[in-house]
């Protein structure tokens, strides 16, 4: 069974960082991707980045492109998400999806496997 386990969530001053894990584990993730969703109050759960297992191509929502970097060290079975110059608007509880196909998709419903997530608050 796939498992996926976020940390590193918490509260930060608007400008600042936070560096978010997702610990995998269950089996090997080549022929994976893994992604980054967010889910702020009264929002719906949206798309904040994706890469894949294998190659480590990336993609990214628009409101974080220079801000934020996915990762993933293969080794520890971690995938990261660095988040600089962080905006109240960030504020959400963060969530590591994983899916069985290579290539990144935005839409949430594709992923099958899901963490329970780390809240990151960013005040002003």
């Known amino acids: 069974q796939v498992q996926l386990v976020e940390s590193g969530g918490g509260l930060v001053q608007a400008g600042g960082s936070l560096r978010l894990s997702c610990a995998a584990s269950?089996?090997?993730?080549?022929?994976?991707?893994m992604g980054w969703f967010r889910q702020g109050p009264g929002k719906e759960r949206e798309f904040v980045a994706g890469i894949r297992w294998s190659s480590g191509s990336t993609s990214y929502a628009d409101s974080v492109k220079g801000r934020f970097t996915i990762s993933r060290d293969k080794a520890k079975n971690t995938v990261y998400l660095q988040m600089n110059s962080l905006k109240p608007e960030d504020t959400a509880a963060y969530y590591c999806a994983a899916r069985p196909q290579l290539w990144i998709t935005t839409d949430r419903r594709e992923y099958r496997y899901w963490g329970q997530g780390t809240q990151v608050t960013v005040s002003s």
């Open positions: 269950g089996r090997t993730f080549s022929g994976y991707s």
